[in-house]
């Protein structure tokens, strides 16, 4: 059913995009090597020998892009700083002037243009050097990490009023330190991804104290975290075991984030439940899932203002009977859940339209932590294809999204406040490289001047702006 209605006037639409995956410029002006940069530079780690050292040139093209975001009408653009970019070694010894111009440059634009700024802190390219003294598996990353943000919020804060510490730290712990497919490629599924979300977690909480105590009172906005999560539809509804099978793998996938910062300061139950029994099953002296202390628990908690996520699709889930192996750490196992992964295919590239997912995850999230003020701040589709300016499917993805998110503000009552889609334009998508093309703005990565041309999702999704959620849709454009 397509459900007919407005969001509220002061709804943000926007688009998002985050520094390694569109500017380029990876080693101009003194810019630092990131984690990514040296990744993808060594053949094989991505797709067609893809890298980010141009990728749609935006260090080169900040009037472009803000003429894009002006076509579009949105009201807040979501991008992220490069740490290497403004401190080339992750400290603050080494401050690089050519970087701060840069965003200076792209944020005076923004506000020049009714834009609200919301700039992430953190979206995955550690500078090389950090990495080198052990990255964020290392306690003093808290204090570098920390060190930028102050950085950032005294040098940017005066214009930025919404700043995202981490995207997807729960995607940084599982895929850079469970199954190794991101950098730094460690392959310790048991044991590295708890350490590294445990560090990732208390370096969060540092930022936002430190915003709140130096300049939140002067500056007056929001910070928050920003997880991905992916809706678990129960395989059977009427049995409770893969209802509860569904809530375990949310419990581990978000609660491991989310739980700790809207709740009470420390994991899910069911996660120190099961990686506890798990790990004394193994004969550990301890849980593989580490301790906060009390007064960790107490700084943790409450560090967000808002509820921010990142979601493409939907999985089916059920409960898992396989008998565990002691030694496997395979995560679906360690959750003890079956995730039926041919519905939708796992890859970034084939996030298979589950619109009514979103309905539910929405739900869920007001449901699990009192409904706070939510904004998704990643949604889209991507599309293997050499051109796609028809872009009908990303049309329909989003018409069907959109009026999901409206059914649950409208009909459940959840106080959504925002929608951001993903993405400006296509992008370098990681380790599948150029080839999913995510983008309302199509580029040409063939040519050197990398053009930027709309698609006509652009031109739809900028008429559900126009009109704060409606966009009529003609037969010839279906």
């Known amino acids: 059913m397509y459900f007919y209605g407005t969001f509220p006037e002061d709804f943000t639409w926007g688009v998002s995009s985050s520094a390694h995956q569109i500017e380029g410029g990876w080693d101009a002006d003194g810019k630092g090597p990131s984690i990514w940069d040296n990744f993808t530079h060594v053949p094989g780690n991505v797709n067609n020998n893809d890298t980010g050292d141009i990728a749609c040139d935006s260090y080169n093209k900040v009037e472009e892009d803000i003429y894009m975001l002006r076509a579009l009408g949105v009201k807040n653009y979501r991008f992220s700083l490069s740490w290497p970019r403004i401190f080339p070694t992750g400290r603050n010894n080494s401050i690089n002037s050519y970087g701060v111009a840069y965003y200076n440059r792209l944020i005076d634009g923004l506000i020049a243009n009714n834009i609200t700024p919301i700039v992430t802190l953190y979206h995955w390219d550690l500078p090389q050097a950090l990495q080198d003294i052990g990255g964020w598996e290392s306690n003093e990353l808290i204090d570098l990490f920390d060190s930028f943000a102050?950085?950032?919020f005294q040098t940017f804060g005066d214009r930025v009023k919404f700043?995202?510490?981490?995207?997807?730290?729960?995607v940084i712990s599982r895929l850079g330190y469970g199954n190794g497919l991101f950098p730094?490629?460690?392959k310790e599924p048991g044991s590295a991804p708890y350490r590294v979300a445990h560090i990732l977690l208390k370096a969060h909480a540092r930022v936002y104290h430190t915003y709140d105590d130096k300049y939140r009172a002067s500056q007056g906005g929001v910070i928050a975290l920003c997880p991905f999560i992916s809706w678990a539809e129960p395989k059977t509804p009427s049995d409770p075991r893969d209802i509860e099978a569904a809530d375990r793998y949310l419990q581990f996938l978000v609660g491991w984030f989310t739980h700790p910062i809207f709740k009470n300061g420390d994991y899910p139950e069911v996660m120190k439940w099961k990686v506890g029994n798990r790990s004394e099953l193994q004969n550990l002296p301890s849980s593989r899932l580490p301790v906060f202390t009390a007064e960790e628990r107490e700084y943790i908690r409450g560090t967000a203002d808002v509820?921010?996520?990142n979601t493409y699709s939907a999985k089916i889930v059920s409960h898992s009977t396989t008998r565990l192996r002691p030694f496997s750490y395979e995560y679906d196992q360690e959750v003890s859940v079956t995730v039926?992964?041919?519905w939708p295919s796992s890859a970034l590239s084939d996030h298979r339209p589950v619109a009514w997912g979103l309905r539910r995850v929405l739900n869920w999230i007001k449901e699990e932590y009192g409904n706070p003020?939510?904004?998704i701040i990643e949604n889209g589709v991507g599309k293997k294809a050499k051109s796609d300016i028809d872009d009908n499917a990303r049309i329909f993805y989003y018409k069907?999204?959109?009026?999901e998110a409206l059914k649950a503000y409208k009909v459940d009552g959840v106080n959504l406040k925002g929608y951001n889609a993903w993405s400006l334009m296509d992008n370098f998508e990681w380790?599948?490289?150029y080839d999913p093309r995510f983008g309302l703005h199509q580029i040409d990565f063939d040519n050197p001047n990398r053009p930027r041309t709309p698609k006509r999702s652009a031109v739809y999704y900028a008429e559900i702006i126009r009109n704060n959620g409606r966009a009529h849709l003609h037969h010839h454009q279906l």
Not at 400 to 403: A, E, K, L, V
Request: a negative charge.
């Open 400 to 403: 069907t999204y959109i009026d």
């Open 163 to 170: 700043w995202i510490t981490i995207n997807e730290p729960n």
């Open 431 to 433: 380790v599948d490289g």
């Open 184 to 186: 730094p490629n460690v």
């Open 340 to 342: 039926d992964s041919s």
């Open 307 to 309: 509820f921010c996520f």
């Open 150 to 152: 102050d950085f950032c």
């Open 373 to 375: 003020p939510i904004y």
